[in-house]
Every structure is written in structure tokens, then in C-alpha cells.
């Protein structure tokens, strides 16, 4: 009997704790990939929009020499925007001046994703969209209409918001992160008053 208990092989506890720790430690990085994979997606559609709407925007201005804030007014607005109504979850009711990419809220709590509006300021016009719904990022992204450029602008100083910004901008640094254009279009007007 003493014979055959010897012979008996098995895992010790060490080896199935270093194998429970093994395993963590692979599924921590794994999920910390596919939530920046997801963030890059959710920005890749808004960026993509963003181009889209602003063609749009040198459509509508070339008709009626102007630039609009009401999305319907637009020939690419998204589906929900197209017809104002005051119980349009997508927008601020019936002027349609904001759009939800993944609609305004769920149980009082906006829904994961980017809140996109137009802003005129001193007759400089942009888009702008806000990242909502979210507790690990919270960052702005903003067109000049006259610019291919995006401006990445981290809210608050949270390293992955900074990361993510340093990232999408090409630098190395947070003082190398170009200033948010809208900044330099309220100061410029100041300066010339």
C-alpha cells in the first residue's frame, strides 16, 4: 500500500498557486488591451464622423453662406438627427444641436461614448466632441473646420486621459501636446479688443 501511494503523482499546492497567479497576470494585461482596443474603435468612428460632417458643414456653407449648429439642416446628419423632436434621446429636443454616438442616456446615466456638437467662437467655427459615459477616459476631441487636424485635449490629469491624447497626437511628452484650438481663437479675439 505504502508502494502505490508513492508511485501516485499530483500537483503540489506551489505549483497551482504559481499557476492562479500565472493566469491573473495574463488576464489583467489581456483586459487592459481590448479596453484600449475599444477606446481606439470608439474614437476611430468618431474621427471618421467628425470628417464627414465637417464635408458637410462646406456644403451647406457653400448654399447658404453660412455654417449651421443644427444637425437635420445637414445632408449626412445620423438618423436619429434628421427630424427634431423634442423626445429625441440623441439630441437636446428640438433644435438638434447635440449627438449622442451611442444615444443620450440609460437610466439617467449617458451611455458610454462621445457627445459631438458645432462651436462658433469668435467666428472661427469647430467640432467638438466630448468622451461621456465613462470612468477610465474623459478627453476632448476637437476639428477646426478650416483644418485636417484633430486636437486631442485631456480632461484633468489622468494618466491614461494624457496617454491616450500623447498617443493619438504623435508625442512624447504632455508639454509637447499642441494646445486646444479654441483656447488660442478666445485669446486671439481678447487680444484684439
Wanted: glycine fraction near 6%; aromatic fraction near 10%; proline fraction near 5%.
Amino acid at each position: 500500500m505504502k508502494t502505490m501511494l508513492k508511485n501516485q503523482k499530483g500537483y503540489t499546492l506551489l505549483e497551482i498557486i504559481v499557476v492562479v497567479i500565472i493566469v491573473a497576470i495574463l488576464a489583467a494585461i489581456a483586459t487592459s488591451f481590448y479596453e484600449h482596443a475599444i477606446e481606439n474603435v470608439r474614437r476611430a468612428d468618431v474621427l471618421s464622423l467628425m470628417g464627414t460632417v465637417i464635408s458637410s458643414q462646406d456644403r451647406y456653407r457653400v448654399m447658404k453662406h453660412r455654417y449651421t449648429k443644427l444637425w437635420h439642416y445637414l445632408d449626412v446628419a445620423p438618423v436619429p438627427l434628421r427630424r427634431p423632436s423634442a423626445d429625441n434621446l440623441y439630441s437636446n429636443g428640438i433644435e438638434n444641436t447635440v449627438y449622442f454616438t451611442r444615444g443620450k442616456y440609460d437610466d439617467g446615466t449617458p451611455k458610454s461614448g462621445f457627445q459631438v456638437y458645432f462651436e462658433e467662437i469668435n467666428g472661427q467655427w469647430f467640432m467638438t466632441a466630448d468622451r461621456v459615459g465613462s470612468e477610465k477616459y474623459s478627453y476632448t476631441l476637437v476639428r477646426p473646420f478650416n483644418s485636417l487636424q484633430v486636437f486631442c485635449v485631456p480632461t484633468g490629469h489622468f494618466q491614461k486621459n494624457e496617454t491616450l491624447c500623447m498617443d493619438m497626437m504623435g508625442v512624447d511628452d504632455m508639454s509637447a501636446l499642441p494646445p486646444d484650438p479654441r483656447i488660442e481663437a478666445r485669446i486671439s479675439t481678447a487680444e484684439g479688443e
